[in-house]
């Protein structure tokens, strides 16, 4: 089992950056493969980010160049460092674990959920 708790959300202006972080429980956290999601109003979830305990990455092509998903095995965190953001990144986002060893990094089907944290870009 494992439990994920997020921080680090809040309001900024566009162009601004915000860095959210996921604490997880779990004495196997080192081999799940690790990401972020968003919910914006009105829509589906979203799959955001993801990193191996590699170190491989995957990202969403919206958020690829601005986002920078990164994770520390040692201390049971994952961090999303946000820059460039936009209006349309307003969402509740949610850090996921995936039991999964599959080669590709999923994007859909994890496992274990946070609660969410909000992000509100303004223009």
């Known amino acids: 089992q494992v439990q994920l708790v997020e921080s680090g959300g809040g309001s900024v202006q566009t162009g601004g950056s915000l860095r959210l972080s996921c604490a997880a429980s779990?004495?196997?956290?080192?081999?799940?493969?690790m990401g972020w999601f968003r919910q914006a109003p009105g829509k589906e979830r979203e799959f955001v980010a993801a990193i191996r305990w590699s170190g491989n990455r995957r990202y969403a092509d919206s958020v690829t160049g601005r986002f920078t998903i990164s994770r520390d095995n040692a201390k049971n965190t994952v961090a999303l460092q946000m820059n460039s953001l936009k209006p349309e990144d307003t969402a509740v986002y949610y850090c996921?674990?995936?039991?999964?060893?599959?080669?590709?990094?999923?994007?859909?089907?994890?496992?274990?959920w946070g609660q969410g944290t909000q992000v509100i870009v303004s223009s």
């Open positions: 996921a674990a995936d039991r999964r060893l599959d080669p590709v990094i999923p994007t859909q089907g994890y496992n274990y």
């Open positions: 779990g004495r196997t956290f080192s081999t799940y493969v």
